[in-house]
């Protein structure tokens, strides 16, 4: 302890809070748009239906959408020594969402960083097979918390075949790499005719190619309803996405 | 009860100060808590005193200073300096549970009395704050 400076004894915590989680998988994809909630939300949920324990941790805090994907409308927590997370659909879920409803929430850099330390030290995740973190888009402060803070964390990228994401997840996937966090593969979400830009990318960059979500002009229709998006083509790719 | 949680994250965090400097027992800690949480300070120092220290020898016997720190806000479009009472933040209710659990999420719920603007820094007061402890053979530090 350094003499004279206060301390946040939040980070002290984080380690005995996730003691029970086998898996710690972000859901990341550096450039917005490209499906990360509903491929984390979805992905909960398949891995839910084949009888896994799952947690599902919304970290787009400004911008939350788990709870949309999955039809919850309140997730208010039970308290009791920590928070326990809402569960739903078998699904151990947090989102800011659950306290502030419809509100906006606008935070700058050390807010957001602030409120995954107060949510990493106080939620009982309790014995999950998987947490799924859906990350923010960009390579900002959320994402390198994450990164430093669990340094069990695996990552699944998503993609598709526009060029500029192409360009965004190359250079992500160049800072995972040189950060050492395991990336667990590449997975191209919204596929389009012959693409197979993921696909090269993944090839060129070395890591697994984790197969293409084709563009589902009637999933818009499914979020909010579980029994639709359990009969979706993304459901269906994510089934056995992730591999033991 | 999520003190609890927020207590046992101030003892890990006070034998963690402690391997670092050596002790081999804490005889004191020092703790801020900000007024933003709203923590119940009843329950904050049971869990401290009666529940916890039973994790680790070194904190047996171990005594708490607990002081309270007002919350201060500084809005980032006009400088405006304000408290809680100022903010508009409903102290019962939803709000005032949700910023209890989170105090970032203030950032929802209170505006600038000045300007109305969300846009703030909360520059004191926020939360719990390990401020030193104090050891055995070893002078103060924190």
Not at chain 1, 13 to 38: E, F, M
Not at chain 1, 173 to 182: A, M, S
Not at chain 2, 65 to 90: H, K, M, N, P, Q
């Amino acid at each position: 302890m350094n003499p004279g400076k206060s301390i946040d004894p939040r980070s002290f915590a984080i380690d005995d809070r996730l003691t029970g989680v086998s898996r710690i998988v972000g859901v990341s994809g550096s450039k917005g748009g490209v499906g990360r909630s509903v491929v984390s939300s979805t992905l909960a949920l398949a891995l839910a239906d084949q009888g896994k324990r799952v947690g599902l941790f919304d970290l787009d805090f400004t911008s939350p959408s788990d709870h949309v994907v999955l039809g919850v409308r309140r997730g208010f927590p039970d308290e009791e020594f920590g928070i326990d997370p809402h569960v739903v659909h078998g699904i151990h879920m947090v989102s800011v969402a659950f306290f502030t409803g419809d509100t906006a929430v606008p935070l700058r850099g050390d807010a957001a960083t602030s409120t995954l330390l107060e949510l990493l030290a106080i939620t009982r995740w309790g014995d999950l097979d998987v947490l799924v973190l859906d990350m923010p888009p960009g390579l900002g402060d959320t994402n390198l918390d994450v990164i430093q803070l669990l340094p069990r964390l695996e990552l699944l990228l998503v993609g598709n075949g526009s060029r500029v994401v192409i360009d965004s997840v190359r250079r992500a996937l160049d800072l995972f790499t040189e950060l050492h966090v395991p990336t667990i593969g590449l997975l191209e979400n919204m596929h389009r005719g012959n693409e197979r830009a993921v696909e090269l990318l993944a090839v060129a960059a070395g890591v697994p190619f984790l197969g293409s979500i084709p563009y589902d002009q009637d999933l818009e229709d499914a979020l909010g309803d579980v029994d639709r998006l359990r009969s979706s083509a993304v459901y269906s790719a994510l089934e056995n996405v992730l591999p033991a | 009860m999520h003190e609890l949680a927020l207590a046992d994250s101030v003892l890990k965090a006070a034998l963690s100060a402690a391997d670092d400097a050596g002790m081999d027992r804490i005889d004191r800690i020092v703790v801020k808590i900000g007024e933003l949480q709203q923590i119940e300070r009843e329950l904050f120092e049971f869990s401290l005193t009666t529940v916890l220290p039973a994790m680790d020898a070194r904190l047996a016997g171990v005594k708490f200073d607990l002081s309270e720190e007002l919350v201060r806000f500084e809005c980032r479009s006009c400088g405006t300096d304000y408290g809680r009472d100022e903010a508009g933040i409903e102290s019962d209710g939803d709000q005032g549970e949700a910023i209890h659990f989170i105090p970032e999420l203030s950032h929802a719920f209170a505006r600038c009395p000045s300007c109305g603007s969300p846009d703030f820094e909360i520059r004191a007061g926020r939360g719990i704050t390990l401020e030193r402890i104090v050891g055995s053979g070893e002078d103060e530090s924190g």
